[in-house]
């Protein structure tokens, strides 16, 4: 047999035999191929763990009038939901509004959203984070007349990195008209 001929015969069942056995990982990608293989799927960090990191910002004026200590609150990415630390802090808030200090007042809570995402789905997920708070307070009792709920998006958010865009996904609390 000519050593093309051999080459022919034997050389697929090596290709086979190397397939079959993984020959310790899997073949680098051609370079043009490499440039068209999607990216590798990156996990974010979770938002900041600490003190301070929960869903809501109250501002300091009913910070002050309600004897809540300092504390922003953020939403991880693409959630409106409400974390069990975020409970404590809206069920002061809800008190002071039902039986406090501002009994009466009204309440108004704006929803952010970080800068990733197209303009209108950010402008939605910030409302969906303040009508979340929004339902958390009005269960504890506040007149949902006196809860108003609107959504600046990603228009205040000023973030660059993971870090920064947790702090753009929160819901401001302040006081109302």
Same mark, same amino acid.
């Given at each position: 047999?000519?050593?093309?001929?051999?080459? =022919?015969?034997?050389?697929?069942?090596?290709?086979?035999?190397?397939?079959?056995?993984? =020959? +310790?990982?899997?073949?680098?990608?051609?370079?043009?191929?490499?440039? !068209?293989?999607?990216?590798?799927?990156?996990?974010?960090?979770?938002?900041? !763990? /600490?003190?301070?990191?929960?869903?809501?910002?109250?501002?300091?004026?009913?910070?002050?009038? =309600?004897?809540?200590?300092? /504390?922003?609150?953020?939403? /991880?990415?693409?959630?409106?939901?409400?974390?069990?630390?975020?409970?404590?802090?809206?069920?002061?808030?809800?008190? =002071?509004?039902?039986?406090?200090?501002?009994?009466?007042?009204?309440?108004?809570?704006?929803?952010?959203?970080?800068?990733? +995402?197209?303009?209108?789905? !950010?402008?939605?997920?910030?409302?969906?984070?303040?009508?979340?708070?929004?339902?958390?307070?009005?269960?504890?009792?506040?007149?949902?007349?006196?809860?108003?709920? /609107?959504?600046?998006?990603?228009?205040?958010?000023? +973030?660059?990195?993971?870090?920064?865009?947790?702090?753009?996904?929160?819901?401001?609390?302040?006081?109302?008209?």
């Amino acid at each position: 047999m000519t050593p093309i001929r051999r080459l =022919c015969t034997y050389a697929p069942l090596g290709i086979v035999g190397w397939l079959v056995s993984g =020959c +310790g990982g899997s073949p680098p990608l051609p370079a043009a191929a490499a440039k !068209n293989a999607p990216p590798a799927l990156v996990t974010a960090p979770p938002p900041p !763990n /600490t003190p301070t990191a929960s869903s809501v910002a109250i501002s300091e004026d009913i910070r002050r009038a =309600c004897g809540i200590p300092d /504390t922003d609150a953020y939403f /991880t990415f693409d959630s409106s939901r409400i974390t069990s630390k975020d409970q404590s802090p809206l069920d002061r808030v809800a008190t =002071c509004f039902k039986s406090g200090p501002l009994k009466g007042r009204a309440m108004r809570l704006v929803g952010h959203a970080d800068p990733r +995402g197209a303009t209108e789905y !950010n402008v939605t997920l910030g409302q969906a984070r303040a009508d979340a708070v929004a339902q958390y307070v009005d269960a504890r009792g506040l007149e949902r007349a006196k809860t108003s709920t /609107t959504s600046r998006g990603a228009m205040d958010a000023v +973030g660059t990195d993971e870090g920064g865009w947790a702090r753009d996904r929160r819901v401001d609390v302040e006081l109302g008209n």
